[in-house]
C-alpha cells in the first residue's frame, strides 16, 4: 500500500526556515521521481519543485529558485523540501506526491508571519 506521512511545517517569520519530510512507503522510493505542491486557499495544488529518482535532477517553480531545495534521502525512503527565506506569499499547505503511483501526502500548513 503505497503511503505519503509528512512531518515538519508550522509557523515562522519571515525570512525563517522550516523543512518538511515525506516518508514513503509501500512502493520502491529510489525507482521514482517525487514532487512537493502547495495549495494556497481556495485554489488549486501548484507544483512547487520536482526531483529525479537519483537525486541528480531537480526543478523549481521560479518564486522559490534560490530559497527552497527539495532532495531526497533513498536509503531512508524520505522526501525532503529546506524553505529558507520564507515569505508571506509561502503560506500554504504543502503537500508531497508520487506521480507514478498518483498519491498524495496528507499536507502540512506551513504559515509565514510578517
Known amino acids: 500500500q503505497v503511503q505519503l506521512v509528512q512531518s515538519g511545517g508550522g509557523l515562522v517569520q519571515t525570512g525563517g526556515s522550516l523543512r518538511l519530510s515525506c516518508a514513503a512507503s509501500?512502493?520502491?522510493?529510489?525507482?521514482?521521481?517525487m514532487n512537493w505542491y502547495r495549495q494556497f486557499p481556495g485554489k488549486d495544488r501548484d507544483l512547487v519543485a520536482g526531483i529525479s529518482p537519483a537525486g541528480d535532477t531537480t526543478n523549481y517553480i521560479t518564486p522559490v529558485k534560490g530559497r527552497f531545495t527539495i532532495s531526497r534521502d533513498n536509503d531512508k525512503n524520505t522526501l525532503y523540501l529546506q524553505m529558507n527565506s520564507l515569505k508571506s506569499d509561502d503560506t500554504a499547505v504543502y503537500y508531497c506526491?508520487?506521480?507514478?503511483?498518483?498519491?498524495w501526502g496528507q499536507g502540512t500548513q506551513v504559515t509565514v508571519s510578517s
Open positions: 506526491y508520487v506521480p507514478y503511483y498518483n498519491r
Open positions: 509501500g512502493f520502491t522510493f529510489r525507482s521514482v521521481s
